[in-house]
């Protein structure tokens, strides 16, 4: 197999720990460019706009789209081009998590009111869509096949979101049940965002087949880690109360894992169950336990390793190694 050539990266930032740091310039542009597109001619849309982005967020997605395009050969002319799908994927992730509030009307957002808590489902809902349109305006100058991919990934996401709600406080799901759930909810926009940046980069079928794949086994990673936080916190840290999705019946890692030996927890996490503290707090001990959580973070592992494996599709770099270590950090997260 023909690997795809990385483009060049100046010397000084090759030995760097940080893997932003090799697409910083790229990084800026992303903030610049949003910052931006989040302005309406209505001031209470720029406004949950501005207070939803501005308020935090890692830029994962921007992180790893624009790595994947410079590993893959993306050149600097092109990398405007890079920068627009980053951000387009970057606002259609932020419309979900406005339109995920209003649906499980979470109150707080990374460690502090949401916009659905401060402005409403209303509004909430239609910043969501500004957001959405404001993505698809981008995408519009692209080819239809890289617009297909972000529309595909919109439509998993819809799908994902709707299956989610069906398993809500099903005690029966199992762990295919939840991973084609996070599959269409978490990891279709990693996967549309590294086919996407292998795509504009001018690799080869393969080569873009597997970071999309790449893209898919990161998100399932992250998801998992994210599931493992929301039972073990600590709150400042995860930005939201311990067990919020537990309480709210959101079928998670951990809980599969747990309800497969336990049937107290499968009683605990039925429809209907779990309506006070007490029954929250024998749930968490439950999906605490050490065995679950260790097979929890093996399975959490096996996606690492196969996106780590999936790396040697391209050729050796700076920003493979970024790549590398943006793939392993996930394990490391505490947020």
């Given amino acids: ?41 209505e001031a209470l849309i720029s406004e949950i706009c501005h207070y939803l982005v501005d308020g935090g967020g890692k830029r994962l997605r921007p992180l790893f789209i624009l790595l994947v395009f410079r590993a893959c050969g993306g050149i600097d002319d ?11 994927l970057e606002l259609i992730h932020s419309a979900t998590l406005l339109h995920d509030d ?5 109150m707080l957002r990374r460690g502090k009111p949401s916009a659905y808590a401060r402005y409403g489902p209303s509004a909430s809902l239609v910043a969501g869509d500004y957001l959405f349109c404001r993505a698809f305006e981008l995408c519009g100058r692209f080819d239809e096949r890289l617009v297909r991919t972000a529309a595909g990934a919109c439509l998993q996401l819809t799908e ?9 406080h099903h005690a029966a799901a199992t762990l295919d049940d ?10 279709s926009l990693f996967g549309a965002g590294g086919r996407v940046a292998a795509d504009l980069a001018g690799a080869g079928p393969a080569t873009i087949d597997a970071m999309e794949q790449l893209g898919l086994a990161l998100g399932r990673a992250f998801q998992m ?7 073990v916190g600590p709150e400042e840290k995860i930005g939201k109360p311990v067990g919020s999705d537990l309480r709210a019946g959101v079928l998670s890692l951990p809980v599969v894992i747990g309800m497969r030996e336990t049937p107290e927890l499968k009683g605990l996490f039925a429809n209907g169950a779990m309506q006070n503290d007490g029954d929250l ?9 050490p065995a679950v959580l260790r097979e929890a973070q093996a399975l959490a592992a096996g996606q690492i390793a196969v996106a780590r494996d999936l790396l040697s599709t391209v050729a050796p770099s700076p920003y493979r190694d970024g790549l590398r270590i943006l793939i392993d950090d996930q394990l490391a997260r505490d947020s």
């Fill in 1 to 41: 197999m023909k690997l795809a050539k990385a483009a060049s990266i100046p010397a000084a930032v090759a030995g760097s720990s940080d893997p932003a740091i090799h697409v910083r310039d790229g990084l800026h542009r992303v903030e610049t460019k949003l910052a931006q597109l989040l302005n309406s001619n």
């Fill in 78 to 88: 092109l990398l405007e081009d890079a920068v627009d799908a980053a951000i387009a």
């Fill in 102 to 106: 209003i649906i499980d009307t979470g």
């Fill in 160 to 168: 994902g979101e709707v299956m989610e709600g069906r398993m809500r």
């Fill in 178 to 187: 939840y991973l084609a759930v996070i599959t269409r909810k978490t990891a």
């Fill in 225 to 231: 880690v994210d599931d493992v936080l929301d039972i």
């Fill in 281 to 289: 707090r024998r749930a968490l001990e439950l999906v605490r336990r």
